[in-house]
């Protein structure tokens, strides 16, 4: 979202007339510099970087060691008892500065390092870029696509059911393959038929009864 802001700030604001001014806010901003005669100043990295370090201080131990965070540093022995500044950046604790009384004392040397980054600092993560809109409906494609592969198989006859969901839900609809009920209606006693082909092999129930 910064990023897009940005794009639309340079692009698109920073050139288009206020109405109030008459000028673009571009114009309006050089123009304001070149009426007092000098340029906005430019930091230079190494002062950017500066203006963005953390410090902390610490108490500088008899042995000419500090620590921070779970971490331990050798410091100068001119500096042992003193209250020292540690300059860091908050993701990089394998680096510090020591400062005291205004003035630089060098870096502190790592001895035991278990934590790299201060427990407090995020990482920003950028946010992924949204899959642009096409103006399908994917899982309404995927779900079309599914009862078509469900209708084309000739083992299952899923497209009956369907078919159904689809229909006046009123009629007796047949699924292919599927036995029909007059089959059965039609077919002989399965009792009768099995008494007539026991007497036919001379094996008839009735006289063994007797």
Known sequence: MNAQFTAWVESVYHHQVHSETGQTPLE?????????????????????????????????????????????????AALVGRKVELVFSPF??????????GRCYGPALPQVITRHAHPKAKPETPEPEPAPSTGIAY?????????????????????????????????????????????????PDHDDAHTEHRRHHGNDPTQEQQ
């Open 28 to 76: 309006r901003w050089n123009t304001g510099w070149d009426r007092i005669g000098a340029a906005p100043a430019i930091p230079s990295g190494d002062a950017l970087t500066e203006a963005f370090l953390w410090s902390q201080v610490r108490t500088v131990t008899k042995t000419a060691t500090v620590s921070l965070h779970g971490n331990s540093y050798q410091v100068e």
């Open 139 to 187: 899982l309404n494609l995927v779900t079309q696509a599914h009862h078509a592969g469900l209708a084309d198989d000739p083992g299952i006859g899923f497209n009956a059911l369907y078919s159904r969901l689809a229909g006046d839900g009123g009629g007796r609809e047949q699924v292919p393959g599927q036995t029909s009920i007059e089959d059965f209606i039609d077919a």
């Open 92 to 101: 990089d604790l394998e680096h510090i500065q020591v400062r005291y009384d």
